[in-house]
């Protein structure tokens, strides 16, 4: 299995998303799936004109020479994409917007009715595979996470993917203290590791290890309390140099 994997957090590494994402990630690479990870930050990928000329004038080609280049042909092999964004304003990462935004050159022009709906056939050697997708959000409720959720479920269906669900990190913020101070946080390590294995070996996650990944880490009063004390000390920190 081919895996292509972008990691839209420009933190990278070091950012909350990573904190689930390279374990999902280790998960699917135990299972025996090959995994190519791409960093947006270290990508160029300009923002979509809109002149259609990938669909007119070059079909399949933007006329856009950037890392849309090196990323288009795997995507269109891939048998699973994983998508890890950190959620701004209740969304993806503008990066990861203008790349799906210059993918619509995997898509032909004409429209079909697919699923009782207006769509674009995928052009031919695209491969319609699996999305899986990754999250993590500074709030506390998991259902900050709706409206991404909302939009990865369309794009499924407009770019032809099965939607193999989502492993989602609220309250990321405890998370990296815990890891930092070496608070046990191995459960929703492992449970993203063991979802990842999943996906590979049984072409699904269950609810159960996708639930493990989201859970509560501290109740919410005292998770806001912790976030404000934090953000009140930095200030006061620059304010006297
Ligand atoms: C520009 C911006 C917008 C954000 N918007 C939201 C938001 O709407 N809801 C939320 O819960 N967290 C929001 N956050 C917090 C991030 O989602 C959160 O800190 C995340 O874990 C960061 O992941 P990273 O460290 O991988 O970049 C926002 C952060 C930034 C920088």
Sequence with gaps: MNVV???????????????????????????????????????????????????????????????????????????????????????????????FDRAIPLLQPFFEIRDGHCRHPLREGVRSGKFALVASCGFWELDNFEPLLAHARAICRNLKREFSGALLRPHSRALKMMLKTGESANDILEAARSAGRQLVREGCMSDQTVAAVSRPLMERDAFLENVNAAFRKALDELKTG
């Excluded at 990573?18 to 791409?38: C, H, Q, R, S, T």
């Excluded at 994409?81 to 969304?91: C, E, I, N, Q, S």
């Design 5 to 99: 994997a972008i990691n839209a957090s420009p933190r990278m590494e070091s950012g909350n998303t990573a904190d689930i994402l390279m374990p999902f990630l280790e998960g699917i690479k135990e299972a025996g799936a090959n995994v190519e990870l791409f960093l947006t930050r270290k990508l160029t990928i300009h923002p979509c004109q809109g002149d259609f000329s990938c669909w007119l004038n070059t079909p399949g080609k933007c006329f856009q020479k950037d890392d849309m280049e090196i990323l288009l042909p795997r995507l269109a092999k891939a048998d699973l994409w994983v998508f890890a964004t950190p959620l701004y304003v209740d969304g993806m990462a503008g990066t990861l917007k203008n790349l």
